[in-house]
């Protein structure tokens, strides 16, 4: 079972079929088949649930990510798989089997599927339905799973970091003026461009904040994480920023700025692509891939591929008639631009290198930093 959702039998429909079920056990064992198929038409009705037993119904959104109801997604999937899978693995488990109530079946087979999505899978690359569930959909209240340590010294080598705290220092006490359009005043972008990244980007030459992505990212995520905000025409540092920036607090701003940068801001801004929400919502599995395989520079196709393995419906969340190329060409791309470069990279949780290419669309290779392990606890 795909996407980090499990398959119970919902207890609705225990009670809706349980008279029937009660009529057909009362037969004889030669007649037990029939039972095996009841069971098995519950299983391919069922409703998909959270490993948290938050119901999904049919006309919600489909927990996989692809945006479609669960009724004309991951629910039609299972009506296909109705001659095998796991209608006849319930099948094979129930023979022989008797149960005294419809309340000892369904704990049977509840307890069946919780160790079913308790298997690690291939395509998880090793993690099973339930640990991916966590890491899609409560990766900062696992703590068994994953932790955020704060403690990472008052040196943090990111670019995001580095940005962050230029443009406090820039801040001051007296502010920093914004432009009529809201943007940082282009005499400090110029320079910040010049003393960071004029070696990265060596064609750019960004004369307003919006034409230098990383820095008008930063800017925003220490808005929206509310270190800094605009009071009379100038930006000005939060008591809170400065308290922490006096207490070389490092950590605590970096692991702010990342959990505002996945859970609230848009990582399509500013790349004319289609949103693809499945893409932020895997941040951390592109982690737990790097935190695995990390550890040598990989070519950017073999997280793309690891990302399309496990999660192959993403495909849905674009019109292929925007789409340059094909929809997996288009979706690899934007996987690769927005998670391991404007992301990983920019959080220094990832090492990028270009090779010899195409001028603008260069294939990199990816590896893992030291930040990652320290920033990012994986108990997986």
Known sequence: ????VELRVADDLVRRRGARWSSQRAR?????DSDYSILNAWILNAVFRYTDSVMITLDDTCP???GLKFGDCCYKRMQRRSASGISSEVGELLKGK???SLEEANRFLGSYMEQRNSAPLDDFCGLSPAQM???LDLPFESPELAEFPVDLGESIDAPVMQLFNHLAEAIGEDGLKATATGNLPQK????TFANYDTERYPLLSPRIEPEYQELHTCRILAEMSGFIRRYKGKYVLIKRCRDL???GRQGEIYQALLKTCVTEFNWAYNDAMAEIPTIRRTWLYTLYLLYRNGSEFRPQKFYEGAFLRAFPLVMKEIARERAYGTPEEYIRHAYTLRTIERFAVFFGLAEAKKLPGEKFRAPIV????ELLERAVVLHV
């Not at 990816?366 to 930093?369: A, H, I, L, P, Q």
């Open 64 to 66: 996989c990510g692809s």
């Open 28 to 32: 004889t064992d030669e007649k037990a």
């Open 133 to 135: 569930h966590k890491l």
């Open 188 to 191: 400090f972008v110029k320079a």
């Open 366 to 369: 990816v590896k893992g930093t």
């Open 98 to 100: 008797n149960f005294a």
């Open 245 to 247: 920036l006096a207490k």
């Open 1 to 4: 079972m795909r996407h980090g």
